[in-house]
């Protein structure tokens, strides 16, 4: 599976998401390749970071590529791989319509928010563009970043705006925004690996992943 975590919104989790869901799927005994295609390198970094821990911890490889000629890397990478997770950046960018042209999944995160909610109206309409080319593209949305007060709250609004956009999926399970994520990403590590483990974040990625890919995940 090609699974390309992006959006038009910067700041919502978009790395965070991908790291995490690449070492969930090689845990889950797939082959898998992280490709970075955000500027800001971020995803890069990580990988980094987590190859000085070495036997430590799982590994994998983190790519990188850039311009308009994402799709022909991604298809390239899905011919050795089980698994590629794409981590695009925050912006409608040449590497984000590229990467949707190959991808069998788009996971945008968003946080509660009605400004950011709104960017979906327009990333509909460049799905609507990405259509004819890749017609097997699905759509999900994940809530991040979610303050821990508000949940609920943030649990109908965006329920009642995913209901005006079928188009998009909207996963069941949202992520709370919490102090555990910060410190695994500077250590190249994510939230299961840390020493002061927060079982609610460990939840709440596990329970991410199976609900993203489930059976037909495992089966891709």
């Given at each position: 599976m090609i699974l390309l975590v992006g959006g038009e919104k910067g700041g919502v989790g978009k790395t965070t998401l991908a790291t995490h869901l690449g070492v969930l799927r090689k845990r889950a005994g797939r082959s898998v390749v992280l490709l970075d295609t955000d500027a800001q390198g971020t995803a890069s970094q990580w990988a980094d970071f987590r190859k000085e821990l070495g036997d430590e911890v799982v590994q994998f490889p983190c790519l990188s590529a850039r311009g308009t000629k994402v799709n022909v890397e991604l298809k390239e990478l899905a011919r050795?791989?089980?698994?590629?997770?794409?981590?695009?950046?925050?912006?409608?960018?040449?590497?984000?319509?590229?990467?949707?042209?190959?991808?069998?999944?788009?996971?945008?995160?968003?946080?509660?928010?009605?400004?950011?909610?709104?960017?979906?109206?327009?990333?509909?309409?460049?799905?609507?563009?990405?259509?004819?080319?890749?017609?097997?593209?699905?759509?999900?949305?994940?809530?991040?970043?979610?303050?821990?007060?508000?949940?609920?709250?943030?649990?109908?609004?965006?329920?009642?705006?995913?209901?005006?956009?079928?188009?998009?999926?909207?996963?069941?399970?949202?992520?709370?925004?919490?102090?555990?994520?910060?410190?695994?990403?500077?250590?190249?590590?994510?939230?299961?690996?840390?020493?002061?483990?927060?079982?609610?974040a460990c939840s709440e990625v596990s329970l991410l992943h199976d609900e993203l890919f489930g059976r037909a995940g495992e089966e891709a």
């Open positions: 050795h791989y089980q698994d590629v997770v794409v981590d695009c950046g925050g912006a409608d960018s040449p590497e984000f319509r590229s990467g949707l042209l190959a991808a069998d999944m788009l996971l945008l995160p968003l946080r509660p928010g009605s400004f950011d909610f709104w960017t979906l109206a327009k990333l509909g309409e460049v799905l609507d563009m990405v259509e004819g080319l890749n017609p097997g593209l699905h759509s999900a949305v994940a809530l991040t970043q979610v303050p821990a007060t508000a949940y609920e709250r943030a649990r109908r609004e965006i329920s009642a705006i995913m209901a005006e956009l079928p188009r998009f999926r909207l996963l069941q399970i949202m992520i709370v925004f919490r102090a555990a994520f910060g410190h695994a990403a500077t250590s190249g590590r994510i939230v299961t690996e840390i020493e002061r483990r927060d079982p609610k």
